[in-house]
């Protein structure tokens, strides 16, 4: 039976892919920071083997892997990705060390394939879809941190017995996601015939929907090695303009957005988009849902769940 190890398992895309692993008939193993928030995984909670440790302490780390020997790691935990997380040290510390220790404990312990999560905030601001071996500009610590970790796992890849890879992910949404995040938070007033705050309308990102990021990181934990990097993304840019327009087909209202009633952060920009072609021609990944279908899903998503789980979004 393969045996997963996911760190970050508690997060949006982590509880995800728990979810798909459990289904195909995998031993579970999440990896969690100490104190952090299991909400995700409360319908889930005795199917998984839940284990608590800091990645950024390495005796934690390797204690966890021994007893677990995994066959696959799924490294999704980080810090810095969200506009509160600021601390550098931990962002650093977080992404660069933990990363460390994870390579070296599945090194260690006969792991298989060990898939690592990159950034699209590795390029930084790009007027163009980058490539992968295009040269990185982070203009963030957080950039920073997961471009470091990147190439790390490029470079023990090269030559580790275990097939190594990184998926640069771009602007991932679906059921989970972070309450308070765009795509959540428009389905949700959407369904009200509703738009929330929004910033200038020609912001853009290009979206991709969970479902198909999780294609991703299976087709790579079977196939991927060598410390190869793979962006995930769509390859096509959606304005903040266009998104509103498609939320109001797709919840069949006409939209009033307000725009500039929201402040902008600082990685806001007008070009965002994925150059999907390597992860297309080396692994014949695809994106499968369009941006229509994958909000409808999510508005479906949100119709089915709790009355907690609502109320934790806000509705």
């Given at each position: 039976?393969?045996?997963?190890?996911?760190?970050?398992?508690?997060?949006?895309?982590?509880?995800?892919?728990?979810r798909?692993?459990?289904?195909?008939?995998?031993?579970?193993?999440?990896?969690?920071?100490?104190?952090?928030?299991?909400?995700?995984?409360?319908t889930?909670?005795?199917?998984?083997?839940?284990?608590?440790?800091?990645?950024v302490?390495?005796?934690?780390?390797?204690s966890?892997?021994?007893r677990i020997?995994?066959?696959?790691?799924f490294?999704?935990?980080?810090?810095?990705s969200?506009s509160?997380?600021?601390?550098?040290?931990?962002?650093?510390?977080?992404?660069?060390?933990?990363?460390?220790?994870?390579?070296?404990?599945?090194?260690?312990?006969?792991?298989?394939?060990?898939?690592?999560?990159?950034?699209?905030?590795e390029?930084g601001?790009?007027?163009?879809?980058?490539?992968?071996?295009?040269?990185?500009?982070?203009?963030?610590?957080?950039?920073?941190?997961?471009?470091?970790?990147?190439?790390?796992?490029?470079?023990?890849?090269?030559?580790?017995?275990?097939?190594?890879?990184?998926?640069?992910?771009?602007?991932?949404?679906?059921?989970?996601?972070?309450?308070?995040?765009?795509?959540p938070?428009?389905?949700l007033?959407?369904r009200?015939?509703?738009?929330?705050?929004?910033v200038?309308?020609?912001?853009?990102?290009?979206?991709?929907?969970?479902?198909?990021v999780?294609?991703?990181?299976?087709?790579?934990?079977?196939?991927?090695?060598?410390?190869?990097?793979?962006?995930?993304?769509?390859?096509?840019?959606?304005?903040?303009?266009?998104?509103i327009?498609?939320?109001?087909?797709v919840?069949?209202?006409?939209?009033?957005p307000?725009?500039?009633?929201?402040?902008?952060?600082?990685?806001?920009?007008?070009?965002?988009?994925?150059?999907p072609?390597?992860?297309r021609?080396?692994?014949?990944?695809?994106p499968?849902?369009?941006?229509?279908?994958?909000?409808?899903?999510?508005?479906?998503?949100?119709a089915?769940?709790?009355?907690?789980l609502?109320a934790?979004?806000?509705?």
């Amino acid at each position: 039976m393969s045996r997963a190890l996911i760190t970050g398992g508690a997060g949006f895309v982590g509880a995800n892919l728990v979810r798909r692993l459990l289904g195909a008939g995998w031993e579970v193993h999440v990896l969690v920071r100490p104190g952090s928030d299991r909400w995700r995984l409360a319908t889930i909670r005795t199917e998984v083997r839940v284990h608590a440790a800091d990645i950024v302490d390495a005796e934690q780390v390797y204690s966890v892997v021994a007893r677990i020997a995994p066959t696959h790691v799924f490294h999704l935990a980080a810090h810095g990705s969200y506009s509160w997380q600021i601390d550098s040290e931990r962002i650093l510390a977080t992404n660069m060390l933990g990363t460390l220790h994870l390579l070296d404990a599945g090194s260690r312990h006969g792991c298989e394939a060990f898939v690592n999560t990159g950034s699209s905030s590795e390029y930084g601001f790009k007027s163009h879809a980058p490539s992968e071996d295009e040269l990185p500009k982070p203009n963030s610590d957080y950039g920073v941190a997961k471009a470091a970790a990147t190439m790390l796992a490029r470079y023990r890849g090269q030559e580790a017995k275990m097939r190594i890879s990184t998926l640069r992910l771009y602007s991932v949404y679906g059921p989970f996601e972070a309450p308070g995040r765009l795509l959540p938070t428009l389905a949700l007033a959407a369904r009200g015939g509703r738009v929330p705050p929004l910033v200038d309308p020609t912001i853009a990102r290009d979206f991709v929907y969970v479902d198909d990021v999780i294609d991703a990181y299976l087709v790579a934990s079977e196939r991927a090695g060598g410390g190869e990097i793979y962006n995930v993304g769509t390859g096509i840019q959606t304005s903040l303009a266009e998104l509103i327009e498609i939320a109001g087909d797709v919840f069949s209202f006409e939209p009033k957005p307000r725009w500039g009633t929201m402040p902008a952060r600082s990685w806001d920009t007008t070009t965002w988009v994925a150059d999907p072609a390597k992860i297309r021609r080396d692994l014949g990944w695809l994106p499968r849902t369009t941006l229509s279908d994958g909000l409808r899903a999510l508005g479906e998503w949100f119709a089915a769940a709790s009355a907690d789980l609502r109320a934790r979004y806000g509705e």
